[in-house]
């Protein structure tokens, strides 16, 4: 009863921090943290034991499905040079890099246990990132690499993590097989998040729009990424390729599961953040009263870790990224350009959150140094997230590294015409087939005029005995209208975000429901 009560408080917590921190200009992840820390002071509050193995499948599949579903196909592929870069190679090199250092910091520690905490610590948190740059209104190539990184860098960590620790318990490590089993591990989640999107698809034809095809959707994340470790697959790919997949689904009967399911995604997605980033400061607190040794010690330890970290992101984005930019141009690729000031809010947008706390409380009771390396793990989710989540809006708004506004009212407007276009396409096309009776057509295209210049809806009274054929003609229009904007999240240059938006109103408007 204890675990309801203080699961109920963090709840409450989030839904009036939230817009708090949204209103002083902070990511609310970083709110809870510090409150989370607050609560663990308090005489009497007791955090309780939970089962690591189960905080991966209950808590990541449905934060990565609602970060995923902003971004598109083709937002990862124009970019996967930069987000390849971000998520395998620079998790790497710190795994690496930090596994060194605590090494040399822990006397007796052996490397391979070091790089497993390295693993830990080496992903930026994907709710994080996903929090900074929406709420920053950073530009969207940048936006998009942040995103992509923080989406696909989990993938990475956790499979170097698994192999670190199975190496470090058992004493042998093979770099090789390492490789290996992180190209199966990708290979097999991207199939498993497939499969799992083709049978969702088929379900929501069949099932009622709402409520089961709206829970049909909530389920989908953890049936993928379940699937995928079942299959010794990556559970975070698994996730994301379903969440990239499903967002191109477009029919009529989703045009209903679409509007319950963007409105319930955002709500999970609040509490669940909140409710893990203030577990993260309660946790911490735990942890200390765990450790015999001297806290000045272990925080120094884990200061300097930190600032490894922080520092090897630095070192890595610059020179890679101006390469990277170079690259770019020479071939002619569009999208904004990446300059010192990108790289720099790039650069310290790395907060660790919560990947790395699952990770480190899932090591083996009998892990060399168990308790000091997850005291600095906690230590380093704690540092960036605070430091660099609270400083990094003042550092975009002293750079200036913004979008502008006027692009994407220009974007919509542009979709919105040519979703008109289409719409009216159709409806030249129904005229054709004189399968509808002209009257019909005329009238719903009078209201449609008015929707797409007023905002509001076809206006059928007057003919309430036909008002089925008017609803069939209306929204045989409407279909037409989202395919054609659905298919705008496959080209370049297209801001999955301001698709959504437009397709959010093409949605409310066929349901009766803006």
């Not at 005489?43 to 499948?57: E, F, N, T, Y």
Request: proline share 5%; glycine share 6%.
């Amino acid at each position: 009863m204890a675990e309801l009560t203080l699961l109920l408080v963090l709840f409450v917590a989030t839904v009036v921090l939230a817009p708090l921190a949204d209103r002083i200009k902070m990511p609310y992840p970083a709110v809870m943290l510090l409150f989370g820390m607050a609560l663990a002071l308090l005489p009497g509050v007791r955090v309780p034991a939970i089962d690591a193995s189960l905080l991966l499948p209950l808590i990541l599949p449905p934060l990565l499905f609602a970060a995923a579903r902003r971004t598109s196909w083709r937002e990862f592929l124009d970019n996967r040079r930069a987000i390849g870069l971000l998520a395998v190679a620079l998790v790497a090199v710190t795994a690496f890099v930090v596994g060194g250092v605590l090494q040399a910091l822990v006397p007796g520690l052996p490397l391979i246990a070091a790089v497993a905490i390295g693993a830990a610590v080496a992903p930026p948190d994907p709710v994080a990132a996903t929090a900074v740059a929406q709420k920053l209104h950073l530009p969207r190539r940048l936006r998009t690499i942040l995103e992509g990184e923080g989406l696909s860098n989990d993938a990475t960590a956790l499979v170097l993590y698994e192999v670190a620790v199975a190496a470090a318990m058992t004493g042998a490590f093979s770099p090789a097989k390492a490789g290996l089993q992180l190209g199966l591990a990708t290979l097999v989640g991207v199939l498993v998040g497939l499969a799992v999107a083709l049978v969702a698809r088929w379900l929501l034809n069949k099932l009622p729009a709402h409520p089961s095809g709206s829970a049909l959707v909530l389920m989908t994340p953890f049936v993928a990424y379940v699937a995928s470790d079942a299959a010794h697959g990556s559970g975070v790919v698994a996730v994301v390729t379903l969440a990239l997949s499903l967002s191109r689904y477009g029919d009529k009967e989703s045009a209903q599961t679409r509007i319950v399911a963007m409105a319930m995604w955002e709500i999970v997605e609040l509490l669940v953040t909140g409710a893990a980033f203030a577990f993260v400061g309660l946790e911490l607190r735990a942890i200390a009263l765990e450790i015999d040794q001297p806290v000045g010690g272990l925080l120094a330890q884990a200061a300097i870790v930190t600032a490894v970290v922080i520092v090897v992101r630095f070192l890595w984005i610059f020179p890679v990224a101006t390469i990277d930019e170079r690259v770019r141009r020479r071939q002619n690729q569009t999208g904004e350009p990446v300059g010192w000031r990108e790289m720099t809010v790039s650069s310290w947008a790395g907060m660790r959150g919560v990947v790395t706390l699952i990770a480190v409380m899932a090591l083996p009771p009998n892990f060399p140094e168990r308790e000091r390396l997850v005291f600095i793990a906690f230590v380093v989710v704690a540092a960036t997230l605070l430091l660099q989540g609270l400083t990094l809006p003042a550092l975009v708004r002293r750079l200036k590294v913004a979008a502008s506004g006027d692009d994407q009212d220009d974007l919509a407007r542009d979709l919105m015409r040519r979703a008109q276009e289409a719409s009216q396409r159709r409806l030249d096309e129904l005229r054709d087939d004189e399968d509808v009776d002209s009257d019909v057509i005329d009238h719903v295209e009078d209201g449609a005029q008015r929707m797409w210049h007023a905002m509001g809806h076809p206006d059928t009274d007057g003919d309430g005995h036909r008002a089925d054929e008017f609803r069939a003609v209306k929204e045989a229009m409407l279909t037409a209208a989202r395919e054609e904007i659905l298919s705008a999240r496959s080209r370049s240059g297209t801001d999955p975000v301001v698709v959504d938006d437009v397709l959010r109103r093409l949605d409310a408007r066929g349901t009766h429901v803006e």
